[in-house]
């Protein structure tokens, strides 16, 4: 008798192994899951890289929004309103500068009683519009001041142009107070200053700068670090007419502030993360 054992295949073993087909299935499920898990890892670390950016964002800007934001609370305390005419609580106002004026350092030195005159108040006193120096936008324009102002209301202006001519652009990131820009590795980092102005004993008004911090420099999608509400009006300065003017300073009753900054390193696609902080002073006398 013949047997039939030929027809009916023999059972697998552990001996056998894997067929060529189920290798390779099982290469490619590995390849898939690992490709998965790479691409969460890559997104993980992306999303870490980002947080991480936009934290330090957020902290550098908003170092700079209070620091500004003190002063904005300070704008117009002590100005010599019984002049003719007034000193305004502003000096000067555009999209990227202000000028604030107020009373910082407030006593009377070496007076009798009811002596408060501005031969009698310390040091610094109201900025001297005839000597130097001045910010570029009081020195001979519009908006310089009238004259030497009784109360002591010194200016404190804040501005990205540290070379004062008037612009900002790259030669501001090249003077020595910039030094942290550039040692950034953002090219869009600015240093904005604060400064000083208001007559010395030495007869001159001063004016050093100060470093605030580091901040997005003006571009395309970055919001008007001030946005100014004139009087009653439910919408803002519109910056495409220029500086608000001298004759309408004292009209300004709301400001809001928006500090942009961004991570001095990028993310793998080139982008560097952005925070904006906003603070807003209200009713401004």
Same mark, same amino acid.
Do not use: C
């Given at each position: 008798?013949?047997?039939?054992?030929?027809?009916?295949?023999? !059972?697998?073993?552990?001996?056998?192994?894997f067929?060529? &087909?189920?290798?390779?299935? *099982?290469?490619?499920?590995?390849? %898939? &899951? &690992? $490709?998965?898990?790479?691409?969460?890892?890559?997104?993980?670390?992306?999303? +870490?890289?980002?947080?991480?950016? #936009?934290?330090?964002?957020?902290?550098n800007?908003?170092? &700079?929004s209070?620091i500004?934001?003190?002063?904005l #609370? *300070?704008?117009?305390f002590?100005?010599?309103?019984?002049?003719?005419?007034?000193? !305004?609580p502003?000096?000067?106002?555009?999209?990227?500068? %202000?000028?604030i004026? $107020?009373?910082?350092?407030?006593?009377? $030195?070496n007076?009798?009683?009811?002596?408060?005159?501005l031969? *009698?108040?310390?040091?610094?006193?109201?900025v001297?519009?005839?000597?130097s120096p001045?910010?570029p936008?009081?020195?001979?324009?519009?908006?310089?001041?009238?004259?030497t102002?009784?109360?002591?209301?010194?200016?404190? #202006?804040?501005?990205?142009?540290?070379?004062?001519?008037? %612009?900002?652009?790259?030669?501001?990131?090249?003077v020595?107070?910039?030094?942290?820009?550039?040692?950034?590795?953002?090219?869009?980092?600015?240093? %904005?200053? #604060?400064?000083?102005?208001?007559?010395?004993?030495?007869? =001159?008004n001063?004016?050093?700068?100060? +470093?605030?911090?580091?901040?997005?420099?003006?571009? =395309?999608g970055?919001?008007a670090?001030? $946005?100014?509400y004139?009087?009653?009006?439910? *919408?803002?300065?519109?910056?495409?007419?220029?500086?608000? !003017?001298?004759?309408?300073?004292?009209?300004?009753?709301?400001?809001?502030?928006?500090?942009?900054?961004?991570?001095?390193?990028?993310? +793998?696609?080139? =982008?560097?993360?952005r925070?904006?902080? =906003?603070?807003?002073?209200?009713?401004?006398?």
């Amino acid at each position: 008798m013949i047997s039939n054992d030929r027809h009916h295949p023999r !059972p697998r073993t552990a001996r056998d192994g894997f067929s060529l &087909v189920e290798l390779m299935i *099982t290469l490619v499920l590995l390849a %898939i &899951v &690992v $490709a998965v898990i790479a691409t969460v890892l890559i997104g993980s670390e992306r999303s +870490k890289a980002s947080t991480e950016g #936009r934290l330090e964002a957020q902290q550098n800007g908003r170092s &700079v929004s209070d620091i500004i934001a003190a002063d904005l #609370r *300070t704008a117009g305390f002590e100005t010599d309103t019984d002049a003719s005419p007034p000193q !305004p609580p502003f000096a000067y106002v555009d999209s990227i500068e %202000i000028i604030i004026n $107020a009373n910082l350092n407030v006593g009377i $030195a070496n007076a009798g009683a009811g002596q408060d005159t501005l031969a *009698t108040k310390v040091y610094p006193r109201a900025v001297n519009p005839g000597a130097s120096p001045l910010p570029p936008r009081l020195s001979s324009t519009s908006w310089t001041p009238a004259m030497t102002y009784g109360t002591g209301a010194e200016s404190i #202006r804040y501005t990205l142009d540290l070379n004062d001519d008037g %612009i900002v652009d790259a030669a501001d990131q090249a003077v020595a107070l910039a030094s942290e820009a550039q040692r950034t590795a953002n090219p869009n980092d600015y240093v %904005i200053a #604060r400064v000083r102005y208001g007559l010395w004993s030495d007869g =001159t008004n001063n004016g050093n700068k100060e +470093k605030v911090g580091l901040v997005r420099g003006p571009g =395309t999608g970055i919001p008007a670090m001030y $946005a100014v509400y004139m009087g009653t009006s439910p *919408t803002p300065w519109d910056w495409h007419n220029g500086a608000i !003017p001298a004759n309408q300073l004292r009209n300004i009753s709301r400001i809001v502030l928006k500090v942009t900054s961004e991570a001095r390193r990028p993310l +793998k696609d080139g =982008t560097y993360p952005r925070a904006t902080l =906003t603070t807003v002073r209200e009713s401004i006398a």
